[in-house]
């Protein structure tokens, strides 16, 4: 008993930590982790509900358990001339977010501006609705707009033939369709900075470290015809705005010069990647860069075609891009160092 006691700190926040995934059996599983008994993990329950951390619900053979919100709130915005996300950030956002570390605070900053910003310069929308919800583990901010849709608004400016392709090129970054007021780094960057980062926008996700959503949500971006933004960050996290940016810049001037492309996101469409066309589109605006890692997760195998515009024409014609290919399968790296060893002056046959 004094051993947990002892630990009492650890036990609470482990179960902080572990009662989303674990609703039904947190107990169970805290006893388990700590090897102490259910009682001595209930009384941490117990003071966790009495301290307004945790609910629970049920009856006592089906009960579940979790977290309270500790901060509920939400407002919409009406966009007139003059609505600043600077301002809404001071006025209506830092004090709901209570006392957070630094470093988390000032992720919130960054996101929340860049996202609340996107809404007023490229949504069209006439209201925007945010929405703040904050438990002792983590906490979420969802900005939903009635504006154009974000997918729809870059198919149709980069004249694509799917929505879901415009994904891919959120997730390259330096995407904009403004590129006289914008650089297009806020959504690359905000979507590295969180531990969830959602976009939806009619029935197309994009979605970094995507976890199951709350039911609220899911509804609302079925019925909306805007954009709903959802960021998620631990409370306490080692992350920063700094070690997010510093993976992606260079150390001598600070701009945004590499990108790390999950081809996955490719299939959308496509099942299988194998033609020049198909490269071509993986390729579009990655000259930008100095570095392009092209992250082949879940990617089985690529056609001839497909790696020899990848690794030979598109290397030869931008010497200057250095081209790394990471997770790449067995298969993959066989058809990668194919198209290499043909050197700058080999030919393969069109498919
Ligand atoms: N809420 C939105 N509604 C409609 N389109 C959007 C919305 N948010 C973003 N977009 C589109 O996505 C593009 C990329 O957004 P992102 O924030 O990454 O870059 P940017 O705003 O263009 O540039 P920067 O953020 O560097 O100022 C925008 O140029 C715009 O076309
Ligand atoms: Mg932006």
Redesign the pocket.
């Known amino acids: 008993m004094s051993k947990v006691r002892i630990g009492g700190e650890a036990v609470r926040k482990f179960i902080i930590e572990n009662i989303g995934a674990h609703p039904r059996d947190i107990v169970r599983v805290t006893a388990e982790k700590f090897g102490c008994s259910r009682q001595a993990v209930h009384k941490h329950v117990q003071r966790l509900i009495a301290e307004g951390a945790v609910t629970d619900g049920g009856q006592t053979r089906n009960k579940t358990y979790q977290l309270a919100p500790l901060v509920k709130w939400s407002k919409n915005f009406e966009l007139a001339a003059g609505l600043a996300e600077d301002a809404v950030w001071r006025s209506d956002i830092v004090e709901r977010l209570e006392k957070l570390p630094e470093n988390v605070l000032h992720i919130w900053h960054y996101g929340f501006t ?2 609340f ?3 007023i ?5 006439r209201i925007v609705s945010v929405f703040l919800t904050k438990t002792a583990a983590a906490t979420t901010i969802d ?1 939903l ?1 009635d ?4 997918f729809k ?2 198919k149709s ?1 980069l004249d694509l033939a799917d929505e879901r392709h415009a994904v891919l090129e ?1 997730a390259k ?1 330096k ?4 590129p006289r ?8 960057f ?1 979507s590295r900075m969180f531990d969830e980062f959602v ?1 939806a ?1 009619g029935d197309v996700f994009f979605s970094h470290q995507f976890e199951e959503t709350e039911d609220w949500i899911l509804q609302l971006s079925a019925n909306s015809g ?2 709903l ?1 959802k960021m998620v960050l631990h409370n306490h996290t080692a992350r920063t705005t700094k070690k997010v940016f510093d993976k992606f810049t260079s150390d001598d001037d600070y701009g945004f010069t590499k990108t790390v492309v999950p081809v996955e996101l490719m299939r959308y469409g496509d099942d299988n990647l194998v033609s020049r066309s198909q490269a071509k589109r993986l390729l579009a605006r990655l000259d930008r860069f100095k570095t392009v890692v092209l992250d082949f997760s879940g990617v089985a195998s690529v056609g001839q075609a497909f790696a020899d515009e990848v690794f030979r024409v598109f290397r030869s014609r931008n010497p200057n891009v250095e081209v790394v290919p990471i997770h790449a399968s067995l298969e993959v790296k066989r058809m990668i160092t194919r198209a290499e060893s043909l050197g700058a002056e080999g030919e393969l046959g069109d498919t």
């Open positions: 860049e996202m910003n996107n809404v310069d490229h949504s069209g929308a900005i707009d504006g154009v849709g974000i608004k870059i400016a959120l970054g995407f904009t369709t403004d007021n914008h650089s297009g780094e806020g959504i690359f905000t976009i926008s805007g954009t933004v």
